[in-house]
C-alpha cells in the first residue's frame, strides 16, 4: 500500500521555466516531508524539506508547499536548469516513531531541455 | 567524510548464491537503513538499525540478513540468491534526534540475479 504518491512518473520542461512536482500522502500521521533528488548511477540526495506546522519552505530555486488538508505538496523549481535534470522522490516521516522511517514515493523525471 | 560507502558498486549473481554487501558511514550516525530500488518505484526499507546490536525488519526482508557490530558498519547478506533480488540497493544512515529525519544515501550497488 503506497502511502506517498506522485503519480506522475515523467516531467519535461523547458529552460528557464518553472517545474512543480506534486506529491500526495495518505497517512495523517506524516509530519514531515523531504524531496531527494537522485542522478543516475548515483544514491539520492537531500534537496529541501518542510514540516507540516508550515505551508511553505524555500531554498534559492527550490520552494515546496504543503496543503495539509488536501494532503498534497509540491515542488516548485524555478527558473529550472539542464543540470534539474534528475528523478525527484518526495518521502514522508512521522517524527513522533523512534525509527525515523523514511517513506517514498516512485519519483518523477524531471527533464529540462534548452 | 566519506559520508556513506558502499561495496561492491555491480554485482552479477547467480541463482542460489549468497554475498554481502557492504555498507559503512563514517559520520557517527546511530541510525542507518537497507533500502532497495526496483525500476519505477520508490525506495523500501529492508532493514533498519537504531544502533550497534540493534536490528529489525523493513517491510521487505525476506531473502535477507544483517547484523550492526560496530555503528559504522550495516552490512547486508544476501542467502540464496533469486531473479526477485536483481534491483538497486542502497545504505543510508542518520543521526539519532536529527529533527529533520535527513538521511544520507550511499550510491548503491547494482546487483544482478540470472
Known amino acids: 500500500d503506497q502511502q506517498v504518491k506522485q503519480n506522475s512518473p515523467s516531467l519535461s520542461v523547458q529552460e528557464g521555466r518553472i517545474s512543480i512536482l506534486n506529491c500526495d500522502y495518505t497517512?495523517?500521521?506524516?509530519?514531515?516531508f523531504l524531496w531527494y533528488k537522485k542522478y543516475p548511477a548515483e544514491g539520492p540526495t537531500f534537496l529541501i524539506s518542510i514540516s507540516s506546522i508550515k505551508d511553505k519552505n524555500e531554498d534559492g530555486r527550490f520552494t515546496v508547499f504543503l496543503n495539509k488538508s488536501a494532503k498534497h505538496l509540491s515542488l516548485h523549481i524555478v527558473p529550472s536548469q539542464p543540470g534539474d535534470s534528475a528523478v525527484y522522490f518526495c518521502a514522508a516521516s512521522d517524527r513522533g516513531s523512534t525509527l525515523g522511517r523514511l517513506y517514498f514515493g516512485r519519483g518523477t523525471q524531471l527533464t529540462v531541455w534548452p | 567524510n566519506a559520508g556513506v560507502t558502499q561495496t561492491p558498486k555491480f554485482r552479477i549473481l547467480k541463482i542460489g548464491q549468497s554475498m554481502t554487501l557492504q555498507c559503512t558511514q563514517d559520520?557517527?550516525?546511530?541510525?542507518m537503513y537497507w533500502y532497495r530500488q526496483d525500476p519505477g518505484m520508490g525506495l523500501k526499507l529492508i532493514y533498519y538499525?537504531?544502533?550497534?546490536?540493534?536490528?529489525d525488519k523493513g517491510e521487505v526482508p525476506n531473502g535477507y540478513n544483517v547484523s550492526r557490530s560496530t555503528t559504522e558498519d550495516f552490512p547486508l547478506r544476501l542467502e540464496l540468491a533469486a531473479p526477485s533480488q536483481t534491483s538497486v540497493y542502497f545504505c543510508a544512515s542518520r543521526l539519532a534526534g536529527d529533527a529533520a529525519n535527513e538521511q544520507f544515501f550511499g550510491p548503491g550497488t547494482r546487483l544482478t540475479v540470472l
Open positions: 538499525s537504531v544502533g550497534a546490536g540493534i536490528t
Open positions: 497517512n495523517s500521521m506524516f509530519d514531515y
Open positions: 559520520m557517527n550516525h546511530n541510525y
